[in-house]
């Protein structure tokens, strides 16, 4: 370990020449994170302790050997609980035209839970969580690894089943607001 005198004054600790120092403002984080253009998606999954649904714009791939990609879910809500007690998930990546359902999902209006699935329309791949039949394309997944960061529980999952592709617009959220490209 290396010491370093900061502007301050004060000694900085330096690990593997990084000096140690408080991560940035919460607030300024988010504010900058606004400018990423991401694809958004409704990461949804069902069994034993239940149906759950949630727009996310925290989804990567991870590897394609296997096939595997990952998603963050912030660990304030219980229900979140219930994708790692299902043990599965699936992964549908929105359309322009599923503007109407990232919403419901995403909690405008209140809606209860089945409230938002009678937002679209779902078939089943191959681990029955729910694949909305619209979406650009989905991923059909089981959870190979969960665990928390932080405020977020990040969730890993092996690809079992892609769904077809159907043709449209991607949604992206961008500066606070949906887009579509």
């Not at 409704?42 to 595997?68: H, I, M, Q, Y």
């Not at 229900?79 to 359902?101: C, I, K, M």
């Not at 791949?125 to 529980?153: K, Q, Y």
Request: some cysteine; charged content about 20%; proline content about 6%.
């Amino acid at each position: 370990m290396l010491r370093e005198s900061g502007s301050s004054g004060k000694s900085l600790v330096l690990k593997s020449g990084v000096a140690s120092h408080p991560p940035a403002d919460r607030v300024h984080f988010r504010e900058a994170m606004s400018h990423f253009a991401a694809p958004v998606c409704l990461v949804t999954t069902d069994g034993p302790a239940g149906r759950r649904g949630v727009t996310v714009t925290s989804v990567c791939s991870v590897s394609d050997e296997p096939p595997t990609v990952l998603f963050c879910l912030n660990q304030t809500s219980l229900a979140n609980t219930r994708f790692d007690q299902n043990g599965v998930f699936a992964v549908n990546l929105l359309a322009s035209h599923n503007e109407p359902v990232a919403r419901a999902f995403a909690g405008e209006g209140q809606l209860e839970l089945e409230a938002r699935f009678a937002a679209g329309r779902w078939t089943r791949l191959v681990t029955d969580a729910p694949v909305l039949m619209d979406a650009l394309i989905s991923f059909d997944c089981r959870v190979i690894d969960s665990r928390p960061v932080a405020t977020h529980r990040v969730i890993v999952g092996e690809v079992l089943a892609i769904g077809e592709p159907t043709a449209g617009n991607s949604l992206l959220y961008r500066a606070r607001r949906y887009h579509s490209l």
